[in-house]
């Protein structure tokens, strides 16, 4: 329950008068009346350890104050209840109130036992609020209950009287029925004279009861039966929390309110003829020509040389001292403050008034007026014309705007006459409170620690706070903090020192880090890392429990605003690193989140912040916001190392095995392995890991990768089964089978795993890439094209989703728009191999041989050596005729071959489909077999050379060794087919080239060269 029986109770507006000391002992006064009969209810089945049965409140006001009265009687039902409620506690101001206790029983069975027979209160003084420099000089009497038991009922009732004399004759009152448990019987009843101008306001969950006239007594009576409990969210704004509200109040306006205190403050702020501050108003004036920067210098020197104490106490609880006495103490409260600052800034020429604010209650204007609406004063000042909110109690202002908005909502500045409520408006800043930037140094390799750096910049309030803690921290205690700090913001960082400097003109604390600091490129299952402090995580909160407060606003971080700073140095300059993140630009729920990542080189930068736009969100903005703050979390910003990344000798000491380590560890270990070609190592570690934690999915399934791409696909099946058997959310293991289902020409399958493991990481740019494929082999070209082009989006700048693009197009026949966006690419990247390789192939493929050619002597440009550009400049060559520069280009590749069996193979193939030095070419081929000899594509290279001798039956002999190592190597069984075809078995050949069609459509294009020279008539 809570009842206001004072004015003001807490902070440093009180009200002021003397009373007694003790707590008395009295009859219930003759204003008091009896609740109305309450109703009986049975002890409660097993259910609340305690029921309220009664809560009664009365009050009463006449000139010479207002009088309260509570009775309540609570049922206890369990020892906790017992424990609880075992102590009578009553507590007053002495300094306004007299305090009178009527009763205390304990009622069992039929008994009434008078608990305080023989007995008294025992009287505490106890400054609760000392914590927060309050003197209230509040007391609190108490009475420890004598033999209570569980079953026994305590009824007990006390009254206050409150008088205010610098009030004078005015009365207010307020109180709230917010009661956190059920009351069977609750009454509220309240009486003045008739003759009194006295007004009612309830708020509007409570009804604004009937004001009834009983002689000359005006009265009101609320009465409830099974009285609801109220629980206010806690998230809900403060506004909402004054829930069954009753405010009377005799003020006719809030102008006649502040009447009363004007000449308090006015007189207060008179400076003596010999006071110390005219010598500090000269000072300033003298030190400072702008109105503006002499009033900021004023504040200043009340914020930061005057130590803040509300001393509550007589007539301190609304009567300010003066400003001399303030000077000359050094220390004061919110009044006492406003009043010094007052008489500087007027003795400076500046126009000032106080103003009444509310720290609780943001909307005055919805209330009656009274002074217990008040619990805070500030200065309102004119200063250039432009009005300005001035709070001496702050500290660090540093701006007659502080970064931090003074936020009062309506606020009473006081005048003589024509007083009125006064809203300040308040915007969010404009400068964020808070900066975080990190650096991290990857230059000496991916996996070992690289030096970090970083720095958190705090403005504003948050300086402040920060700033007066460690002034009186110890070294350690201020190190703890900020490594605390750091360790919270960075996963595995290793801080080698902390330090912190203060900047007093700017009030900006720098908290500054060194250490150590290696990325988790295991996370995501293959080399990539999310950039440190680079996600938002943001929620739109929970749903509410049904009920009526169920749809409430809700508190944000008002005015919070924060800005990230990450750069990322990589190794090699960051050849071949690419970068996937999501620029972001949204508001959701009241607040507005941004994101940006850049790249210079090797440097990566991003940079984000979030800014509270507003003190709180609707429902509505909370549940429009759920799924975009949901799907913003899943914004990732990825730093992806190339394939041919190998570790660096810093990488291999971090990698090293000592023996051990844990499961994560030795994942991690063994994906960097792998990923630097050392798969026989990665295996190892992959297996120690499993060893460490058999149930760890992610450690099978990231050896069943390694042992695919060894060629042991059904090692590699096995263990994705298992991974997905431990959990059956393990996106790598979902991967894997799609590989698998890939390699076994099961396109369907592949694409089913894929998209179950995009589930998990719906972004992944090598998942998406591998269904990409999966939909071509099922000749489905536009679902193809949509994963590879949001492969694009995801690696921007990298050439490698383009050129899968590209070949897409080709797989699909759709070579214009293969040929166009080749040449567009070559054109954005014209020094790129690759990309020239791939639109030379392009140009070939639609018949353009000139082009084609240009387009490989480019890329030639770029690497005269390159031996897969020089077989393909030699393939057009042939095509043109000029045989000469096509044997140029061939002995070239043939001198730098040396044992590499597949470029031996290649010059082979291509002089094979031209018919161009076939006895060379026999030889080239040979050399390549004698090096591997089981490579079926080898076989049916040599092949193609036989069938050009016109030794057709030898080329069969070939062809069928090739395809008892590849049954279903279309070109093989193609090219038997011709060889069949020449020895007049046209069934036979009949058959080959048919089945080979159906391997792969395209292959008859392969040997449209060969077979427009070898026309053989059908009967």
Known sequence: MRAILSILAALCLSTVAHADDEIGRGEIPSWVRSAPASIASPPPLGGDAIRFELVDQQFHLDETGWRTFVRTRTALYSTQAVTALGTIVIPWNPAFQDATVHSVEILRGDQRIDALAGRSFTTLRREQNLESAIIDGMLTATLQLNDLRVGDRIEWAFSTVTRIPVLGEHVEFAASAAIPALVENYSMRGSWPAEMDVRLKASDDWPTPRIARRGRQAEIEIHQQNFEPVAIPDDAPLRFHHVRWLEVSDYASWGELAAIFDPLYAQAAVLGAESPLHAEIDRIRSAHAAPADQALAALRLVQDDVRYLALALGEGGLVPASADETWARRLGDCKAKTVLLMALLRGLGIETHPALVSTAVATLDQH????????????????????????????????????????????????????????????????????????????????????????????????????????????????????????????????????????????????????????????????????????????????????????????????????????????????????????????????????????????????????????????????????????????????????????????????????????????GRGLALSQNRRPDEAIAAFDQAIQAEPGNANAYANRGIVLFWQGQHAEAAADFDKALELDPSESVAMTGRGLVALQQERALDAVVEFSLALRSAPKDPFILGMRSSAYAALEQWDRALEDVRAVKALLPGSPQPDMREIAILVEAGRLEQARTQADALAAAMPDDIEVRRVQAEVLATVGDAAAAEAAYSAGLEQEPDHPVLLIGRADMRLRQGDEEGARTDIVLVRSAAGQSPALLNNICWVQALAGFDLEQAMRDCDAAIALRPEEAGFLDSRGMVLLQLGRAAE???????????????????????????????????????????????????TFERYEAGHTVTVE
């Open 368 to 667: 009656l007026p009274s002074v217990s609406a008040f619990d805070h004063v500030i200065v309102e000042a004119r200063i250039e014309g432009e009005t300005v909110w001035l709070d001496g109690t702050r500290i660090g202002d540093r701006t007659l705007t502080p970064l931090d908005p003074i936020r009062f909502g309506w606020v009473l500045p006081l005048r003589p006459a024509g007083a009125a409520l006064v809203h300040i408006e308040d915007t969010p800043p404009e400068t964020a409170l808070r900066e975080t930037a990190v650096a991290i140094d990857l230059t000496g390799g991916l996996y070992a620690p690289g030096p970090v750096t970083g720095s958190v910049l705090l403005r504003g309030d948050n300086a402040t706070i920060t700033q007066s803690q460690f002034s009186v921290a110890t070294a350690a205690q201020r190190d703890a903090y900020m490594i605390a700090v750091w360790e919270s913001l960075l996963d595995d960082v290793q801080v080698t020192q902390v330090g912190s400097t203060y900047d007093e003109a700017r009030n900006e604390l720098r908290m500054t880090m060194t250490g150590d600091l290696a990325l988790n490129w295991t996370e995501m299952g293959s080399r990539r890392a999310e950039i440190p402090v680079s996600r938002i995580f943001w929620t739109a909160g929970d749903a509410r429990a049904e009920g009526p407060f169920q749809t409430l606003p809700r508190t944000t971080n008002y005015p919070g605003f924060s800005r990230f700073r990450t750069t990322l140095t990589l190794p090699d300059g960051g050849e071949g690193f690419t970068v996937a993140a999501t620029d972001i630009d949204q508001e959701s729920a009241a607040y507005r989140f941004r994101r940006t990542v850049t790249r210079d080189g090797a440097d990566v930068v991003m940079e984000r912040e979030t800014l509270s736009l507003r003190p709180e969100m609707t429902e509505p903005e909370r549940l429009a916001a759920v799924d975009p703050l949901a799907r913003l979390a899943g914004e990732r910003a990825i730093i992806a190392a190339p394939a041919s990344y190998y570790a660096s000798a810093d990488d291999l000491d971090a990698l090293a095995d000592e023996g051990g380590g844990t499961a994560t560890e030795l994942i």
């Open 955 to 1005: 080329a069969i002999e070939v062809y069928d060794r090739a395809l008892s190592l590849a049954p279903t190597q279309a070109a093989s069984l193609y090219g038997r087919g011709l060889a069949e075809r020449a020895l007049g078995n046209e069934s036979r050949a009949q058959s080959d080239i048919a089945s080979a069609i159906r391997l792969a459509p395209s292959v008859a294009k």
